[in-house]
């Protein structure tokens, strides 16, 4: 029998809100849980990193959740640049900043949205302390493809909720998104459109309700630092993937949804694909137990590296 070896609990791992420095930024994280270290990677880009919160994940590993730079309030944790600047290779120079910092092994890397985008370039470029990949609700495109997909979804929820009396407002919240250039509107149209989000979010309103009080999101161009436009396209490139992989997705999701799933299974060599079948984009809020449990269980299984000890 094989004794999988425990990793000390370092300063940089322990429970609470951490920050260093990075060049100048500050990079500030939290850490919850107990077990095998996971970073989990929230989306956007510049959506506050709270939304990701994961108790039920956190009875099962240490998860690591750092505030993706940009996201911060005020200047902290912002580039000079800000709003552009904050490319995939930004973002995963930070991540691996942080693990250098926490001071362990290898972690996990669990990547929400676009997050998850951020998380497959990060594997693909930087796998050496990477012991598995989790995509949750990601995409192996951007562009003029994914943007026909998200819409022609939008559509579909509109036909299924029409006459309902919010319909319009999230329908004019897409109309507004060209338009964003500051954080307090870029919040007020993603609070907008947080019920397309979701699988039922109208027929649970009650429960999710707080969560969309809650999200908030700060304004970041999808432009470089030239302030020139980064498409991404990693389809060919995830063939050469060869960490565990396990894509997560909701059924319901419009905007990274089953088909992009479906490809970024097809596409990375021995991946594993679970679909929650009553979950849109938020599958750790709308199925939080079984979204933990494939979680914890694909960790597990893909071993041999485990968290710090407690006690």
């Known amino acids: 029998m094989t004794t999988i070896p425990t990793i000390p609990m370092t300063d940089a791992l322990a429970a609470g809100t951490h920050e260093f420095d990075i060049d100048g930024v500050t990079q500030r994280y939290h850490v919850h849980g107990q077990g095998p270290v996971c970073v989990a990677h929230s989306g956007g880009p510049g959506v506050t990193w709270e939304y990701l919160r994961m108790p039920a994940l956190e009875e099962h590993l240490t998860v690591v959740y750092p505030e993706p730079v940009g996201s911060g309030e005020g200047d902290s944790g912002r580039l000079p640049s800000h709003p552009h600047g904050y490319t995939r290779a930004l973002y995963s120079r930070f991540l691996q900043a942080l693990i250098d910092h926490l001071g362990v092994p290898e972690v996990y890397l669990l990547g929400h949205s676009h997050g998850g985008f951020v998380a497959q370039y990060h594997a693909l470029h930087h796998p050496e302390q990477v012991a598995g990949v989790i995509l949750y609700e990601s995409a192996p495109v951007t562009g003029q493809e994914h943007v026909a997909e998200a819409m022609s979804q939008v559509q579909r929820f509109a036909e299924r909720h029409a006459g309902h009396p919010e319909l319009p407002a999230v329908l004019a919240g897409f109309e507004a998104l060209p338009g964003l250039s500051d954080d307090a509107g870029t919040t007020d149209v993603l609070r907008a459109l947080v019920p397309v989000y ?89 199925q939080p137990a079984e979204f933990a449990r494939a979680v914890s269980a694909f960790v597990t299984a893909t071993g041999p590296v485990t968290g710090p000890s407690v006690g």
Do not use: K, N
């Open 198 to 286: 979701f699988a039922d979010y109208w027929g649970r309103e009650e429960e999710f309700a707080p969560f969309r009080a809650a999200v908030s999101a700060t304004y970041i161009s999808s432009l470089d630092q030239d302030q020139v436009p980064r498409p991404m396209d990693d389809r060919e490139a995830l063939g050469s993937l060869a960490l565990p992989t396990l894509v997560v997705v909701g059924r319901h999701d419009f905007i990274c949804g089953v088909r992009w799933a479906e490809e970024l299974h097809a596409l990375i060599p021995g991946s594993r694909l679970l679909i929650l079948e009553d979950s849109g984009h938020f599958g750790h809020v709308e």
